[in-house]
């Protein structure tokens, strides 16, 4: 699926200079789940940010689909972005002026689909999530675990290849953690490529792999025995 | 896509209810000035407009130039111009002639005062009247008939057919009856010649008339001439002068031509008569001014928008980032927030146009103007507004279109702490152009007010309150209408001129002064004994001239005409002029004064009067030298009881009606002559407040809107103030400063603006008020409370909450 190599990410004001990443050397294939694992300030969100095209690296390669996209301009990588990355939050980032409805078909909207379809796939997927008795409200309207159901169901309505997540039970408690966990298994077990950033080791678990970063750099990886 | 757009719109509009309202609030107060500015100056520009051919008519206009004083501009010229003109000039089509009056008509029985125009016959056919009945060709041809406008038509007749009905008109001193030949269309109402009753000239009416003469003397038509098409106007209007040098007699005497006097003619165009003529009603330069008003209004308005969208983009930044995130491009961010701002200008326009409608009437009265606006008449002003809303729209969602577009979705979605784009300084920079404007606007109508009012309390040098100035007294009946009216015993004095005061006067006459030196010229004006005490103008020497043998120049009826000798009074610039260091030392001089340059007497000065203003208010009162001559009485100014005023004017129309069963009485009230003058300023005046206060509330609610932004984003550092010890006045007085910075710096750019613009207004004025810089400081000081008013509740409410709630809030 992706492949980063020696990618570094270095931020720089007027005075500091901070390595964020440093020569990270990660490889994920199709389908898999990989959990990134790490303290605060390693450089987690920034590696996912990079791998989700949201942001650029200072060196090194970022191969994705068998495409260099290091060097791409921000619409090239947004093209290529929307066609294959679902994204998840931990503060879901709903639009609090659109439905639920509409906070998923917004997915859609830049894919030139027709309405009809649109519809469709929105009214499918929220089967899917158990959302659907929600559709016409608003976000403030939904609990913590519903609105993150929403934003699941956001993440996957374009029938993306991956799906980047980024403490997606951070603001959520345990049992709505559970049921998030859970539609990403399902997910992951469809085919879809999960990676996912998390500080719960429980979560972690439901990855097969987990890469530890420390200060921009991979320190372990692991992989979880199958079943 | 366009519904997920609007949804969006619409939604941010009705959740951030206050935000949405002063957006487009403001914006649709400032469009609305600015649509009523442009429709006001439009209606100015288009006067004359409907004139068929009106890009070839002329009106050819006289300007008597003298040596020693100003020219005298007037809208006539002489009469044997006309012939002179077409000799002259082949490119000449066409020439057409009219003079003006009120005269009386009869109609069963019933007087009314009529204003006529005195026409040749080519007149409506010159003009394109539109005839309703009668025929054009032939229906001035006939000196017993009448042309009569729709409405005349309707007045006289109701609705009987008005053709080949008769009037009568009140011509030297009998009924004559004229037949309605013609009937034609209502003249417009912005045209500087609504001529509704049309007579075909006839100069028999006008023989024996003082000013009527058929040489150079007087400018007696009105003259408009017709050019052929492609005609080079200029070149026309530059030998003009060749002509006047070729043609006038040199060395005649005269009232308004002779030696020492020069003449010179323009041609104007009749569309540029209201704006640009001798005689223009109306100003081009405020005009202009107001144009440019309309522009820094809706500015204001815009940056106001501006400004409130980019304080308001942490509210929209994570839906820009979702929508990147799922693939918008720059270009449909773009797209969504122009086409966001400009449905919002829009709408906002649609406000505007209904305020502009309701607002129209009061608007109207509130000017004395007739503008309108009537969008489905006019599919092209129409098209020019939504012009207007789109234009609007774009320039003032460009900037937060701009961030939008440049956003990255990762600085807001993986980070808390809210963008501030643009930093404080394009803020603070659009807050200091706004309020620069609403203070110099503030600061230019205080003085344009205050110079209006200190010009209407002007000494007059007269009394022209309770003064009624009747006209058609130049008659041998007249002796008997003032003894009559004096009779009554609220009619307190009677006062005789050939003019009255604010009319200026036409006679120039020369003195030597006592220096010796050259000739001066003084002002003429021919009074009767009692002009003084009914003006109550002060002596201040000597004493007012009475019916005295030796106080006449000239009695009525008289066959020798001037006297050799009269005793005359002269005012104190007059004794300056004439050499005397105070008015004391004038009376009793004597010195031959020159009438014209072929007729003199000698002069006795009696007594010297206060300067009082006669021509315009706006100009320094002239030397002036009085003098009786019963032939020129035409004014009589009647001073009545100030509290009996109705009785005494009802005795007035009564002692008329006895003495001059003929006509009807016709009276002006000198203090709305004196009032009228002051018309235009006092509508200027009028106008600035109008719009500065419009300019101010705009401002307002973008500082109102920037602060509660402001206060919101502040909350946690003032949170952290509190705790560190500062209390309720040091948070309110920190806010209160961070806006008070922008507004007095505004006043330091608005200041000199405005000290520009006043001192150049204020020059126009031989009496006018100094600038000081108090009201400087004042509107500056009144701009920043007006500001702190805006701003001080946001302040209060936030120095007011308790930190730990701050605090807790991110």
Redesign the interface.
């Known amino acids: 699926m992706l492949k980063l190599h020696n990618l570094s990410k270095v931020y720089r004001t007027d005075e500091v200079e901070t390595a964020a990443l440093n020569n990270v050397n990660i490889e994920i294939g199709s389908g898999e789940f990989v959990a990134i694992m790490g303290p605060s300030g390693c450089g987690k969100?920034t590696l996912l940010?990079i791998i989700?095209m949201?942001?650029s690296p200072s060196s090194g390669d970022y191969i994705f689909m068998d495409e260099n996209v290091a060097g791409y301009a921000?619409?090239k990588l947004?093209?290529i972005?929307?066609?294959n990355i679902g994204?998840i939050?931990q503060?879901f980032?709903?639009?609090?002026?659109?439905t639920v409805e509409?906070n998923i078909?917004?997915?859609l909207?830049?894919?030139n689909i027709p309405t009809a379809e649109r519809r469709e796939r929105v009214a499918h997927v929220m089967d899917k999530v158990g959302i659907a008795h929600r559709a016409k409200h608003m976000p403030s309207q939904l609990s913590g675990g519903q609105q993150q159901r929403v934003a699941v169901a956001?993440a996957v309505v374009?029938d993306q290849a991956m799906i980047l997540a980024?403490e997606p039970t951070g603001n959520l408690d345990s049992a709505h953690g559970q049921e998030v966990m859970e539609m990403l298994q399902a997910l992951n077990d469809d085919g879809t490529t999960i990676v996912m950033v998390t500080h719960s080791p429980a979560h972690a678990d439901y990855a097969r792999r987990t890469i530890n970063l420390f200060d921009g750099q991979v320190v372990t990886e692991n992989l979880r025995e199958a079943g | 896509m366009f519904e997920n757009y609007l949804n969006t719109a619409l939604r941010n509009l009705i959740r951030h209810k206050l935000f949405s309202f002063i957006n487009i609030a403001g914006l649709a107060v400032g469009l609305a000035a600015f649509i009523i500015i442009l429709l006001f100056v439009r209606d100015e520009f288009a006067w004359d407009d409907h004139w068929a051919n009106g890009e070839n008519i002329y009106r050819v206009e006289t300007t008597i130039e003298f040596p020693v004083r100003e020219d005298r501009p007037t809208s006539s010229t002489v009469d044997p111009l006309k012939d002179i003109f077409l000799d002259t000039y082949s490119e000449i089509e066409d020439i057409a002639r009219y003079m003006s009056f009120s005269i009386t008509l009869r109609k069963d029985g019933e007087l009314y005062n009529q204003p006529i125009a005195l026409a040749e016959a080519n007149f409506t056919k010159f003009f394109g009247q539109k005839y309703i009945e009668g025929d054009p060709e032939t229906a001035l041809l006939d000196l017993n008939n009448v042309v009569i406008s729709e409405r005349v038509a309707k007045k006289y007749f109701g609705d009987e057919t008005a053709l080949d009905q008769t009037l009568s008109f009140r011509i030297g001193g009998e009924f004559r009856p004229f037949r309605v030949a013609g009937v034609i269309e209502d003249p417009v109402v912005d045209t500087h010649m609504p001529v509704e009753v049309i007579l075909p000239y006839n100069r028999e009416y006008l023989v024996g008339s003082r000013w009527f003469t058929e040489d150079w003397r007087f400018a007696i038509w009105a003259m408009y001439v017709r050019v052929q098409e492609g005609t080079d106007v200029d070149a026309l209007q530059a030998d003009l002068p060749n002509l006047v040098n070729r043609h006038m007699p040199k060395n005649v005497g005269g009232q308004e031509t002779g030696a020492e006097r020069g003449m010179r003619l323009d041609l104007v165009s009749i569309k540029d008569i209201y704006l640009y003529s001798n005689t223009a009603a109306g100003d081009a330069q405020t005009l202009y001014g107001f144009v440019f008003i309309a522009f820094l209004i809706l500015a204001i308005a815009i940056a106001n928008f501006l400004n409130l969208s980019m304080a308001r983009v942490a509210y929209r930044a994570r839906e820009v980032a979702m929508r990147k995130v799922v693939g918008a491009t720059r270009g449909q961010i773009v797209r969504q927030f122009l086409s966001e701002s400009i449905f919002l200008a829009v709408l906002a326009l649609v406000i505007a146009l209904t305020i502009v409608e309701l607002s129209l009437p009061y608007y109207n009265a509130f000017l004395s103007v007739v503008v309108d606006l009537s969008l489905m008449n006019e599919p092209s002003l129409l098209l020019l507004f939504v012009v207007l809303g789109i234009g609007v729209g774009l320039s003032a969602g460009s900037a937060h279109s701009l961030y939008f577009s440049l956003l990255k979705p990762r600085d807001v979605l993986y980070n808390n702490s809210s963008p501030n784009p643009g930093g404080n300084m394009l803020r603070m920079g659009l807050v200091v152009a706004q309020f620069s404007i609403s203070v110099a606007l503030m600061t230019i109508a205080f003085y344009v007010n205050k110079q209006t009012e200190y010009a209407s309390r002007l000494d007059l040098g007269f009394n022209p309150e309770n003064l009624i100035v009747v006209s058609g007294t130049n008659n041998d009946k007249s002796e008997a209408f003032k003894n009559r009216i004096l009779e009554n015993p609220f009619v307190l004095s009677v006062g005789r001129s050939s003019d009255v005061p604010t009319e200026g006067s036409e006679d120039r006459l020369q003195m030597r002064p006592v220096t010796g030196g050259d000739l001066v010229t003084l002002d003429g004006l021919p009074t009767g004994p009692d002009f003084f005490n009914a003006y109550q103008i002060p002596l201040l020497a000597g004493r007012y001239l009475t019916e005295d043998e030796q106080d006449t120049l000239r009695k009525r009826n008289s066959q020798t005409g001037y006297n050799q000798s009269a005793n005359i009074v002269i005012n104190a610039a007059g004794a300056r002029l004439l050499g005397f260091n105070d008015p004391t030392s004038a009376v009793g001089h004597s010195a031959s004064v020159n009438l014209s340059t072929d007729t003199s007497f000698e002069a006795r000065i009696v007594g010297v009067v206060k300067d009082f203003h006669f021509d315009s208010l706006k100009a320094v009162i002239r030397p002036g030298i009085y003098y009786i001559d019963y032939v020129r009485q035409s004014d009589m100014s009647v001073r009545v009881d100030a509290v009996n005023r109705d009785a005494a004017i009802t005795a007035i129309t009564q002692a008329w009606r006895e003495i001059y069963p003929d006509s009807l009485l016709q009276y002006r009230d000198m203090a709305n002559l004196v009032e009228r003058q002051y018309q235009t300023d006092t509508r200027l005046g009028d106008v600035l407040t109008l719009f500065t206060v419009l300019a101010t509330i705009i401002s307002c609610l973008g500082l109102y809107g920037l602060a509660s932004f402001t206060v919101e984003r502040r909350t946690k550092e003032i949170g952290l103030r509190k705790v560190l010890g500062a209390n309720l006045k040091d948070i309110v007085g920190l806010l209160l400063w961070q806006f008070s910075k922008p507004i007095l710096i505004a006043n330091l750019i608005a200041w000199p603006v405005a000290y520009y613009f006043v001192s150049d207004w204020l020059n126009g004025y031989a009496y006018r008020i100094d600038l000081d810089a108090m009201p400087f400081i004042l509107t500056g000081l009144l701009a920043l409370v007006i500001g702190w008013a805006t701003v001080a509740g946001h302040a209060f409410l936030v120095a007011n909450i308790k930190p730990s709630k701050t605090l807790r809030y991110e």
């Open positions: 969100s940010n989700g949201l942001d921000e619409s947004s093209n972005r929307k066609r994204f939050f503060s980032n709903l639009i609090d002026e659109l509409e078909e917004l997915a909207l830049y894919h956001r374009g980024d």
